[in-house]
């Protein structure tokens, strides 16, 4: 990979710098928000599961109207406390996937080294709710949630908007990612240069990582974050100090090309 001019990292969330969390883990945690809410347990997990991609582009708003609405889906009519208590449920959850990530020590590396640090993130509005108390929001410059900005990788609009938020041209970001959902070749598409990151924690998983998540992509592919900081050369210094820029609002300014898929 050519790395001149590489001024900022941009990293995928789930399976990059945490852990996306078992099929089994998610169904038990949507059938226990079931029992929380008095609705059929199994017929709540399955509307959360159909209702993915609505959730991820926010057509549902923040958590609160999401868990009320999908149990009215299924027949439910809670209560303030029973919503609650299915909030905490999986919040906590995601709290604990967070709290599993392995990236820490790269992130370090690479900020102290200059790199600009964000995220693009293809996401339910949980993330958002749990981000302020997630350990890898203070080693981030900017975050770019889906389910705030309505656009889902591979759609350009979803790397322009962190490119932005960071201030650097798409031709100056490197992009990280396991390659779910042909993000890869959607950041090559825009621009940046890419590497594809295995985690070693989960190789030989049932529901880990494929072996090939984006075909139409070809390059460099690491097991540990770390290898970055060697594959990337060295940066333009930071000027002073910056604070993290989090981006919202449900409009794309430049549009967003939509992928065929």
Same mark, same amino acid.
């Given at each position: 990979?050519?790395? +001149?001019?590489?001024?900022?990292?941009?990293?995928?969330?789930?399976?990059?710098? *945490?852990?996306?969390?078992?099929?089994?883990?998610?169904?038990?945690?949507?059938?226990?928000?079931?029992?929380? $809410?008095?609705?059929?347990?199994?017929?709540?997990?399955?509307?959360?599961?159909?209702?993915?991609?609505?959730?991820?582009?926010? &057509?549902?708003?923040?958590?609160?109207?999401? *868990?009320?609405?999908?149990?009215? /889906?299924?027949?439910?009519?809670?209560?303030?406390?029973?919503? !609650?208590?299915? =909030?905490? /449920? /999986? &919040?906590?959850?995601?709290?604990?996937?967070?709290?599993?990530?392995?990236?820490?020590?790269?992130? @370090?590396?690479?900020? @102290?080294?200059?790199? @600009?640090? #964000? &995220?693009?993130?293809?996401?339910?509005? !949980?993330? *958002?709710? =749990?981000?302020?108390?997630?350990?890898?929001?203070?080693?981030?410059?900017?975050?770019?949630?889906?389910?705030?900005?309505?656009?889902? @990788?591979?759609?350009?609009?979803? %790397?322009?908007? +962190?490119?932005?938020?960071?201030?650097?041209?798409?031709?100056?970001?490197? %992009?990280?990612?396991? #390659?779910?959902?042909?993000? $890869?070749?959607?950041?090559?598409?825009?621009?940046?240069?890419?590497?594809?990151?295995?985690?070693?924690? $989960?190789?030989?998983?049932?529901?880990?990582?494929?072996?090939?998540?984006?075909?139409?992509?070809?390059?460099?592919?690491?097991?540990? &974050? #770390? !290898?970055?900081?060697?594959? =990337?050369? =060295?940066?333009?210094?930071?000027?002073?100090? !910056?604070? /993290?820029?989090?981006?919202?609002?449900?409009?794309?300014?430049?549009?967003?090309?939509?992928?065929?898929?």
């Amino acid at each position: 990979m050519d790395e +001149a001019g590489v001024r900022a990292v941009l990293f995928d969330l789930h399976d990059t710098l *945490v852990p996306s969390g078992h099929a089994a883990e998610h169904h038990a945690v949507a059938r226990g928000m079931g029992a929380d $809410l008095g609705v059929d347990p199994d017929a709540f997990a399955a509307v959360v599961a159909d209702t993915f991609d609505e959730r991820v582009r926010g &057509l549902m708003a923040d958590v609160h109207h999401t *868990v009320r609405y999908l149990a009215r /889906r299924v027949g439910g009519s809670p209560t303030e406390s029973q919503v !609650e208590s299915a =909030i905490a /449920r /999986r &919040l906590n959850y995601s709290l604990s996937l967070h709290a599993a990530t392995w990236a820490l020590p790269a992130l @370090k590396s690479l900020r @102290k080294r200059g790199f @600009k640090l #964000g &995220l693009v993130a293809d996401c339910g509005a !949980e993330t *958002v709710a =749990i981000w302020p108390q997630s350990p890898l929001a203070e080693h981030l410059d900017a975050a770019s949630f889906s389910c705030q900005t309505g656009v889902r @990788k591979p759609d350009s609009g979803a %790397y322009l908007v +962190a490119a932005a938020a960071l201030d650097v041209r798409t031709d100056e970001c490197v %992009y990280v990612g396991d #390659g779910a959902e042909h993000e $890869l070749s959607g950041a090559e598409a825009v621009g940046m240069r890419t590497v594809r990151f295995r985690a070693r924690a $989960l190789e030989g998983l049932g529901d880990g990582v494929a072996d090939d998540l984006d075909p139409e992509w070809s390059g460099p592919t690491i097991s540990d &974050l #770390g !290898e970055l900081v060697g594959m =990337i050369g =060295i940066p333009i210094p930071r000027e002073g100090s !910056e604070s /993290r820029t989090f981006v919202s609002g449900n409009v794309v300014p430049w549009g967003s090309k939509r992928s065929p898929r």
